[in-house]
């Protein structure tokens, strides 16, 4: 059909929002119109429009063109939603903006994170506070009464006090500097990624086991002084001895870990642990570092003499220090992209790249090649400690780990070439360190004759025979 074309400059109808109206025109419809005006090209004609479909409504119900209903049902639910009381109440009821601003503030959150509970509370506090000041003015609106009662199962549950610290609404001139958390979660916030930072667990204890941030489990040699960590944030050292005369096993009796300066959150701050010194405070004597009240910062003694934790807000890390026994074991949390900051140079990273190949004692994930079938070995040597055989350093690490899975097998190992019983209990708090570190709970376990996390059947013998392998290259 061929549309008639109008001239520039006409009316385009009785419903446009621009043009003189007809004389003939009726009093204008008090229903809410679309006030969006037609879209004109450059010289070309109007698109199609309300006018259009007025040209043939007109001819039966001149002076009318009513709104698409489905466009006015929309508005008139988006204004009973959003404006509830408005005609009621002289103040408009603003619990949309209660609403976007609690949004803001917990979506960078990370739950794994040290300092979640706090600021949850902190946004929750901030979010009553804002419905309480709406409260007149949203007197019958549904959406405000939800999200009151909304706000008080959310304290309820995560154990908030009503009263305390509130977050601020507006993070561009609040943001701690010196929080790693709240710096990178409004930084990936505005560029529209609600993905919280990505963290990486690295972990050594026994004789020694390593678990690296790729989640890689070696057992290593590595005698005199290696680096887990070398960043242009933190390094951490650690110095191997032998554990028995004749044995290429080696366990941690040093720890000597750099935070470094950062700008005005911290200067630099040595922390150094060696075997019956496991210290709650810096070489320096300080127990902190950061101006203020909120440390960025800090070192926390659990036990004293056994077990300390140092927190470091400025870069998002944890670390655990133990003593187990006469022996260290080490556990730390860092993001990723903190931990990839380092020059060539600083490659060598246990953490990182793992134990080098000539200093490793298995294949590289926790086994050696006779899990793969090699044939049992017939040698005094698999009961070399008196006490232990390998039925009863099953049955005591069994006790303390029901899983049989790497850190089960590391503790056997352990027994069986030590005869050390510490070592049952360095497994497992290693594994402690895993549950309250480590950010997969799927990944905390893995199981040495699985490569998907998964025991194969026959997982026992396959155990035993690369125990007793194992041993063999500890001792020949």
Known sequence: MMRKKRKRGAPLGPCSSHGPRPATAPAPSPLPEPTRPAWTGMGLRAAPSCAAAAEVEQRRRPGLCPPPLELLLLLLLSLGLLHAGDCQQPTQCRIQKCTT??????SHLNSATDSFDSEFCKALRAYAGCTQRTSKACRGNLVYHSAVLGISDLMSQRNCSKDGPTSSTNPEVTHDPCNYHSHAGVREHRRGDQNPPNYLFCGLFGDPHLRTFKDHF?????????????NNYLSVQVTNVPVVPGSSATATNKITIIFKAHHECTDQKVYQAVTDDLPAAFVDGTT????????????????????VEMHARYIGTTVFV???GRYLTLAIRMPEDLAMSYEESQDLQLCMNGCPVSERMDDGQGQVSAILGHSLPHTPLVQAWPGYTLETANTQCHAKMPVKDIY???CVFDLLTTGDANFTAAAHSALEDVEALHPRKERWHIFPSSGNGTPRG?????????????????FL
């Open 101 to 106: 601003d609690f949004v803001s503030l917990t």
């Open 322 to 324: 133990r003593q187990v």
């Open 218 to 230: 070696q057992t290593c040699k590595v005698e005199g002084a290696w680096p887990l960590i070398d």
């Open 458 to 474: 026959g997982s026992d013998l396959s155990v035993s025979l690369g125990l007793t392998c194992l041993i063999l290259i500890v």
């Open 288 to 307: 902190s570092g950061g101006d203020g009240d909120a440390k960025s910062l800090r070192i926390v003694e659990r036990e004293s003499g056994h077990y």
């Open 408 to 410: 089960f097998q590391s």
